[in-house]
C-alpha cells in the first residue's frame, strides 16, 4: 500500500575517531525535524567505518557517523523483529508491551500504549512512515498509531520503493516540523540466504571462492563452559529448516558472512538517495537523523545465524544520531537500550514532552547533563521459540540479559546450567562462560540482584526464575 507517493526516511551509521563530547555546544532548534532511519538484522560492527573497508563498504553510513555521535554500547530490549519494534515505538520493555514474540496476530491500540506517531502528532509534529511496518498496530487505522502518510510493503521487502516515497514526502510543503521513519528491510534476507530460498529483496550474486570471502569471525566457535540451555537452544534452531546451517562448513560461513556485507551496501546505496536528497533541498540543516536497527546477526559466531540469543553480534545494535551542522565524528560508550531510550531521546531533540509513564533516558541528554545521570546496566529479553524439538522437547524458555559497565550475565527459565557472565574487557567474543568459576561468584551475585531489583521496579514476572 504506497501512499501519494509519500515515504521516508533518512539515516544510516558510520564509527568516529573522536573523543571529546561536544553536544552541549550544539544548537538545536526546539522544533527541529527528525529523519529515523532503521534496517533490518545489523549488527553493530558491521559497517566499514567500524571493520574497515576491506570486505564491506558503506559510505553513506559512514556519512552519518561521521557528522553525529556513534553509541558502541546500545543494545536492543529483544533481539527479534516485532518485540523489538514494538519496544522501539512504545517507549516500554517487551514484557510491558506483552509481546516477547514474533506474534503478528497481537494487536494494541494508541489508546492504552500509546504509539511514537501519536506522541509526535499531538507534539505538533507531521508524521510519516515507509517500508517495513511489522508493528502490533493496524496500519489501516491511522488513529491507532498515529501516522499520517504511509507506504507500507507487504511482501517484507522492496527497500528500492521507500527512496522515491521518502523524496516525494520530503519535497511537499511542510507547514509543521516533521517525524519521518524509513524502515528497510535488509540485511535481513539473509535468513532467504542461508535457506536457499530466492531473496525478496533481490539477488546479490554468487559468492566468490571462500579464500576472497571475509575472515570466520574469531569466535566461531562455542564457548568455553557454555550452559546446557545455550547448547539446547542451539541443537533446537539447527534442527529446524528456519537455521539450516548445521552442516555448513568454514567455506560455506564465509560465504555466508560476504553475503550478509553486500545486503549491507545495497541498503545503503539506498539510504544514500534519502540523504543527497536532504542535503540537495537543505533539509538537512534543520534535521536530526537517527540510524539503528531493530537487532543484529550472529554471523557466525559461536556457529549460530540470525538472532534470538544474548551474543554481542546479535544484542549490540547501530546506533547513530547525526546533527546538523555538525561535522566532527565522536563516539559515546554509555549504555542505550534502543527499545526504551528511543522515543525520550527523538522527543528531547524536537522540544516535545516525554510521556510520564516511559522508562526510557535520552540520549541527548546522557550526552549533554551530568555524566553520572545514566545508568550502571541494561536488560534485554528473549523467548527463542523458532526451533525444533531435540529428543522430542521443544525448548522454549524465557530469558533476561543485564549488560553491565564490564560484564554481562543472563539467565534462562529452564536448563540444568542456566547462567552465562562474561568478561567484556578481556573476553569481547564471550568465549568464556564464568559463571561457574569460584574466583566470578561476587560478580554473579551482584548481577543476579541487580537483575531482581529490576524485575521489582518494572514488574516483570521472570522475577519467578531468578537464583536468589
Not at 518485540?83 to 503478528?104: C, E
Not at 498515529?146 to 522492496?158: A, D, I, R
Not at 525478496?200 to 550452559?227: F, M, Q, W, Y
Not at 509513564?357 to 547533563?369: F, H, V, Y
Amino acid at each position: 500500500m504506497r501512499s501519494n507517493n509519500f515515504a521516508g526516511i533518512i539515516g544510516c551509521s558510520a564509527m568516529i575517531a573522536g573523543s571529546s563530547l561536544q553536544l552541549a555546544a550544539q544548537k538545536i532548534e526546539p522544533k527541529t525535524n527528525i529523519v529515523l532511519i532503521i534496517t533490518d538484522q545489523q549488527s553493530s560492527d558491521a559497517m566499514s567505518s567500524r571493520i574497515g573497508s576491506r570486505y564491506l563498504k558503506t559510505p553513506n553510513m559512514d556519512y552519518l557517523a561521521s557528522h553525529g555521535v556513534t553509541f558502541t554500547r546500545a543494545y536492543c530490549a529483544n533481539p527479534l523483529c516485532i518485540p523489538s519494534r514494538s519496544s522501539m515505538f512504545t517507549g516500554l520493555y517487551p514484557h510491558q508491551v506483552g509481546i516477547q514474540a514474533n506474534d503478528n496476530e497481537k494487536t494494541l491500540s494508541s489508546l492504552s500504549i500509546q504509539m511514537m506517531g501519536t506522541i509526535f502528532q499531538k507534539g505538533g509534529y507531521e508524521t510519516a512512515y515507509f517500508g517495513k511496518w511489522h508493528l502490533p498496530y493496524d496500519i489501516k487505522n491511522k488513529e491507532s498509531h498515529g501516522f499520517e502518510w504511509l507506504s507500507h510493503n507487504k511482501s517484507n521487502g522492496v527497500d528500492s520503493l521507500i527512496p522515491d516515497d521518502a523524496i516525494g514526502f520530503l519535497n511537499q510543503k511542510h507547514e509543521k516540523p516533521f517525524l519521518m521513519v524509513a524502515s528497510f528491510i535488509n540485511p535481513h534476507n539473509i535468513c532467504e540466504w542461508a535457506r536457499g530460498q530466492k531473496l525478496p529483496d533481490g539477488e546479490v550474486g554468487i559468492p566468490p571462492k571462500a579464500d576472497d570471502c571475509p575472515p570466520l569471525p574469531a569466535n566461531h566457535a562455542p564457548s568455553k563452559n557454555e550452559s546446557d540451555i545455550v547448547s539446547l537452544l542451539r541443537s533446537s534452531a539447527q534442527a529446524s529448516p528456519m537455521f539450516p546451517v548445521g552442516n555448513f562448513d568454514d567455506a560455506k560461513w564465509r560465504q555466508y558472512r560476504w553475503a550478509y556485507y553486500r545486503m549491507i551496501e545495497k541498503v545503503d546505496g539506498q539510504i544514500g538517495k534519502i540523504l543527497d536528497e536532504l542535503r540537495k533541498t537543505g533539509i538537512d540543516k534543520h534535521t536530526v537523523i537517527v540510524f539503528l536497527a531493530d537487532h543484529g546477526d550472529s554471523q557466525g559466531a559461536h556457529f549460530l545465524n540470525q538472532k534470538t540469543n544474548f551474543f554481542e553480534e546479535v544484542v549490540n545494535v547501530p546506533f547513530i544520531i547525526t546533527l546538523p551542522g555538525k561535522s566532527k565524528p565522536e563516539i559515546s560508550n554509555q549504555l542505550i537500550l534502543t527499545g526504551i531510550d528511543l522515543i525520550p531521546t527523538l522527543c528531547d531533540y524536537a522540544g516535545i514532552k516525554v510521556p510520564a509513564e516511559l522508562p526510557g533516558l535520552s540520549a541527548k541528554m546522557l550526552l549533554t547533563g551530568n555524566r553520572n545521570s545514566g545508568r550502571s546496566y541494561v536488560v534485554t529479553s528473549v523467548k527463542p521459540i523458532q526451533g525444533a524439538p531435540v529428543n522430542g522437547v521443544k525448548p522454549d524458555p524465557d530469558g533476561r540479559m543485564v549488560r553491565g559497565e564490564r560484564y554481562k550475565y543472563w539467565i534462562y527459565s529452564q536448563g540444568t546450567q542456566r547462567e552465562s557472565l562474561f568478561d567484556t574487557k578481556t573476553d569481547p567474543g564471550e568465549m568464556v562462560n564464568l559463571a561457574t568459576d569460584p574466583m566470578f561468584k561476587s560478580v554473579v551475585v551482584e548481577y543476579r540482584k541487580n537483575l531482581e531489583n529490576w524485575c521489582i521496579k518494572y514488574s516483570d514476572s521472570f522475577s519467578q526464575y531468578l537464583i536468589k
